[in-house]
């Protein structure tokens, strides 16, 4: 496993990451098992990256983390968010109910700072008042974190929190049915210095090439109660696309694919060449696909003309089908 510098930070995190949304229950049911051998399987695979939230199944995807991360014979770098649950979320955003939330989080993760905290997308004139910056560099002099960075929606939300000199990451989602950051973003993430850490890689599961345009999913899946942004961004559920016209664009990517290759493999391995991009917060239902996502590391880059037909793809095809700003 290969590791990236987390943006201006210290920290050396794995390519490839585990995205732990789905120990907290939104992917469908999850035992405590699972979670365990899910989060073990990471240790064996040399992850040592693990991004949570404290909204995530109501703190239970922390307290799997923090189980897991008390017992690994090597600790794990672990980023949470905050901003999201009802008690902020969307114009809670005082420095007090913040540092709150903070100290919870580091009781569930069972640490007494936070490796990266990460504001989870706040509004956007949340961002624009400026105020929550200063909050969290104060979090950061108390010692409640050691770096801050922002989860954001729209590629204008992270050029705004680029612009704030203490910005350690930016968290994107980033995958071949959302290619715009190649062109708006990176080399402004890099001048700066910030991190890009990629969620929704396989675009909720479509990228892996498995899912029928009539998929069906568990009541608790968002991929069902969010599937036209009934609850959130429906930008976080197929990356905004329609289930049926999303599975449908996977035409215009599988003749790229090399033989041999699978079609999660080669959208994970796109992502990877992009120098900008510290680490993929891949979610996993099981053990075996954190050993598979991990694998992606050593395969070979793809070429430029691959890179420059799935930019084409994008831009003709699929860039027009996102029901979201981008």
């Known amino acids: 496993m290969k590791l990236r510098r987390l943006g201006k930070s210290d920290l050396q995190v794995s390519e490839i990451g585990l995205g732990c949304w789905q120990l907290g229950g939104d992917f469908g049911p999850v035992d405590a098992d699972t979670c365990a051998s899910i989060l073990d399987a990471t240790e064996s695979a040399g992850i040592n990256f693990l991004d949570t939230a404290d909204v995530y199944g109501g703190g239970n995807s922390e307290r799997h983390v923090g189980a897991f991360a008390a017992r690994a014979k090597t600790k794990p770098v672990i980023a949470t968010k905050v901003g999201r649950s009802g008690e902020t979320y969307p114009d809670n955003y005082e420095e007090d109910n913040i540092r709150q939330h903070l100290v919870a989080s580091c009781t569930r993760l069972g640490v007494d700072s936070l490796d990266l905290i990460q504001l989870h997308c706040v509004p956007p004139e949340v961002l624009q008042d400026g105020t929550i910056f200063a909050t969290m560099e104060k979090m950061k002099a108390e ?3 050691r770096n801050w960075g922002a989860s954001v929606e729209t590629i204008d939300e992270a050029l705004l929190c680029i612009q704030q000199p203490g910005l350690t990451s930016l968290q994107i989602i980033f995958n071949l049915y959302r290619q715009n950051a190649v062109w708006d973003l990176f080399d402004k ?3 700066a210095d910030v991190g890009i850490i990629v969620r929704l890689p396989l675009a909720s599961g479509v ?3 498995k899912f029928k345009p009539d998929q069906s999913f568990d009541a608790s899946d968002h991929r069902n109660y969010n599937a036209n942004g009934e609850m959130f961004s429906v930008g976080e559920t197929f990356s905004g696309i329609a289930l049926p016209q999303a599975v449908a664009s996977l035409d215009h990517i599988r003749p790229h694919v090399p033989e041999g290759v699978s079609m ?3 959208a994970l391995r796109w992502i990877l060449d992009h120098d900008a991009v510290s680490s993929i917060i891949a979610g996993c239902s ?8 991990a694998a992606v590391s050593d395969i070979a880059p793809l070429t430029a003309a691959t890179h420059e037909a799935l930019a084409t793809a994008y831009r003709d095809h699929i860039e027009s089908l996102v029901r979201c700003p981008i």
């Open 143 to 145: 010692g409640l974190c």
């Open 286 to 293: 099981r053990p075996d696909q954190v050993t598979r996502n």
């Open 189 to 191: 993430a890099k001048a």
């Open 207 to 209: 990228l892996s090439g």
């Open 264 to 266: 999660a493999d080669f």
